[in-house]
């Protein structure tokens, strides 16, 4: 079965400056997808950044980026110039064959003004 | 465009009573999931439907939990009898088909929190 790990509970970082999330996650399927999800206290889910493990590059979302490392089993969100609103618990979350979504314990993230 | 709604935002209930949950997805979308959210704890698909058709609910507790989605649109998520170990936020999210790739397309609602006393 696959499994999401991500073992910062949680994260602070200065307003303006950049941040990286870890994530590591488990899986024998060589086709999958990977998920960087910020819900802030309101509780909605918003998708940040996604990546399809069969593209090298890593995908890029303004301020977002990820280190996608495949063979390491490693998906990194970096978030740059971080601002107020960036704070909230961040979930790594994984889909593979089944097409169900396995999610992390998550992140939580403070910004300090 | 209109998101996923859901309702109520805050149910408390005595442990053995029943609840329900309601959720309205995004207007054509397909598929539709419902999320169990345990404090601290990342979201846990409960239940995934394919228009009215259930595609999976493997990890639905169906001794005491019930979800139907009449009409391939609306949902409605029961829980009888409750237990203390259900409280949680329950999540809806739809996204317009389930085939690879598309199905992580998933949009949530501000989902339901569940205190059971």
């Known amino acids: 079965a696959q499994t999401v790990t991500q073992s910062q509970p949680e994260m602070s970082v200065q307003e303006a400056e950049t941040v990286t999330l870890s994530c590591t996650y488990d899986?024998?399927?060589?086709?999958?997808?990977l998920f960087w999800y910020k819900q802030p206290p309101s509780r909605q889910m918003i998708l940040v950044i996604r990546?399809?493990?069969?593209?090298?590059q890593n995908a890029t979302e303004n301020r977002f980026s990820v280190n996608f490392q495949k063979a390491a089993k490693s998906f990194s969100l970096k978030i740059s110039d971080s601002q107020l609103g960036d704070a909230a618990m961040y979930f790594c979350?994984?889909?593979?064959?089944?097409?169900?979504?396995?999610f992390g314990t998550g992140t939580l993230l403070a910004v300090q003004p | 465009e209109a998101g996923v709604a859901q309702s109520p935002r805050y149910k408390i209930i005595e442990k053995r009573q029943s609840v329900a949950f309601w959720c309205n997805p995004i207007?054509?979308?397909?598929?539709l999931y419902w999320y169990q959210q345990i404090l601290g704890q990342g979201p846990k698909l409960l239940i995934q439907?394919?228009?009215?058709?259930?595609?999976?609910d493997s990890q639905l507790p169906k001794d005491r939990f019930s979800a139907e989605r009449l009409k391939g649109v609306d949902s409605t998520l029961k829980i009888q009898p409750a237990k203390l170990e259900d409280s949680a936020v329950y999540l809806c999210?739809?996204?317009?088909?389930?085939?690879?790739?598309?199905?992580?397309?998933?949009?949530f609602g501000p989902g339901t929190r569940l205190t059971v006393t």
């Open positions: 999210a739809s996204s317009l088909t389930w085939t690879s790739g598309l199905a992580y397309e998933q949009y």
């Open positions: 899986t024998s399927e060589s086709d999958y997808y």
């Open positions: 990546q399809e493990a069969y593209k090298q």
């Open positions: 979350a994984y889909g593979g064959a089944t097409n169900k979504l396995i």
């Open positions: 207007s054509g979308h397909a598929t």
């Open positions: 439907f394919q228009n009215n058709g259930v595609v999976d």
